[in-house]
C-alpha cells in the first residue's frame, strides 16, 4: 500500500530521498516523484511547490500515476493561534480555505459542493501522527533552541490548519485571517498554502491524508526574517524525524 510523503519545498522533504532505498526518479506533469521504500513502506516521495493549485496537480498525479493509497504532508505553517509558536508542530485535525469566498451564493469559506466550511483529516493516520511528532518532540527537548525567537521545549498541537494562496506576513493580515474565522467559531491554529488542497483531491479519491506542519514564523510583520532561517536549519530535520517515527508506527 503507498504511502505519498508530499511537501511544498525541498527543505520540507529533509533528507527522505538519500534515505530511500531503491530509489527511482520519475518526471511527470512538471514534478519530480520519488518511488521507493522506507522502514519497510513503499513510498512516493513529491514536491507540489507552493499554492493549492499546485498541491491539488500533484496530489492528483499521486492517486492517478502513483497508486498513492494514503497522504501525508509535511512541511512548516506560520502560527496564529494563541499560544503557537516559532519551533512547536501543528497536526491538523481540519482545513479551511481561508481565501474560499463564493458568498452570497454559498456562506463565506464553504467549498461548493464540499457540504461546508471545514473539511476533516483522516482520524485514524491523524491519531498515529500524533504519536510520531510527540514521539519525535519527546527526543528532540531543547536541540533547536538557538534557532528559536523564544527557547521553550517545542509543543504539539492539534486542530484547525487554514490554507490559501497567500504568504501572511503582517500582524495586521494575521489578525484580520484568524479574527475574522474566529467569529464565526472556526479557530484557526496555523496557515500556510496547499494542505486543505491535497485534503480535497483526498476526499475526491477517497483517500486518508493527515499534515503536520512545523511553526517557522507568526504570519506577522517578521514573518519574511524568520522564515528562510528556520526552514533551513529546523524544519528540514523535524521533517525526517517525524516521517520516520510514522513510517516505524504504521
Ligand atoms: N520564501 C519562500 C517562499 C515560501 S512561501 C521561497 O522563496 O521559496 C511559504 C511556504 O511555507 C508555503 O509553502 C506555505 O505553505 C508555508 N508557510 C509558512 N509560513 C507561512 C505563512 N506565514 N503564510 C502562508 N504560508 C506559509
Not at 507552493?50 to 491539488?56: D, E, F, P, S, T
Not at 497536526?91 to 471545514?118: C, K, L, N, T
Not at 482520524?123 to 527557547?151: K, N, W
Not at 496547499?194 to 476526499?203: D, H, K, S, T
Request: proline share 4%; charged share 20%.
Amino acid at each position: 500500500m503507498t504511502i505519498a510523503i508530499l511537501s511544498a519545498l525541498p527543505e520540507e522533504q529533509g533528507d527522505l530521498v538519500q534515505a530511500l532505498e531503491a530509489p527511482e526518479r520519475v518526471e511527470h506533469a512538471s514534478r519530480t516523484f520519488w518511488r521507493g521504500r522506507l522502514s519497510g513502506h513503499d513510498v512516493v516521495l513529491a514536491l507540489c511547490g507552493i499554492g493549492k493549485v499546485a498541491a491539488a496537480t500533484t496530489a492528483t498525479s499521486l492517486a492517478e500515476r502513483f497508486g498513492a493509497r494514503r497522504m501525508v504532508f509535511t512541511g512548516v505553517a506560520g502560527g496564529v493561534g494563541e499560544g503557537v509558536q516559532v519551533g512547536d508542530v501543528v497536526v491538523a485535525a481540519e482545513y479551511v480555505q481561508h481565501d474560499m469566498d463564493a458568498s452570497p451564493i454559498f456562506p463565506r469559506w464553504e467549498v461548493p459542493g464540499y457540504g461546508g466550511p471545514r473539511m476533516d483529516c483522516d482520524a485514524h493516520l491523524t491519531a498515529i501522527l500524533m504519536r510520531a511528532a510527540s514521539a519525535y518532540l519527546e527526543r528532540v527537548g531543547g536541540q533547536f533552541d538557538q534557532y528559536l525567537p523564544a527557547p521553550h521545549a517545542p509543543r504539539l498541537h492539534q486542530g484547525l490548519i487554514a490554507s490559501g494562496d497567500q504568504f501572511v506576513s503582517t500582524a495586521g493580515a494575521s489578525q484580520r485571517l484568524r479574527g475574522d474565522l474566529l467569529a464565526a467559531g472556526h479557530n484557526v491554529l496555523a496557515v500556510e498554502m496547499e494542505g486543505a488542497a491535497v485534503l480535497q483531491v483526498c476526499r475526491d479519491y477517497g483517500l486518508p491524508f493527515a499534515a503536520v506542519r512545523t511553526i517557522s514564523d507568526r504570519a506577522d510583520d517578521s514573518a519574511h526574517v524568520d522564515f528562510p532561517r528556520f526552514v533551513e536549519q529546523v524544519a528540514r530535520r523535524y521533517a525526517d524525524g517525524v516521517v520516520r517515527e510514522l513510517l516505524a508506527l504504521l
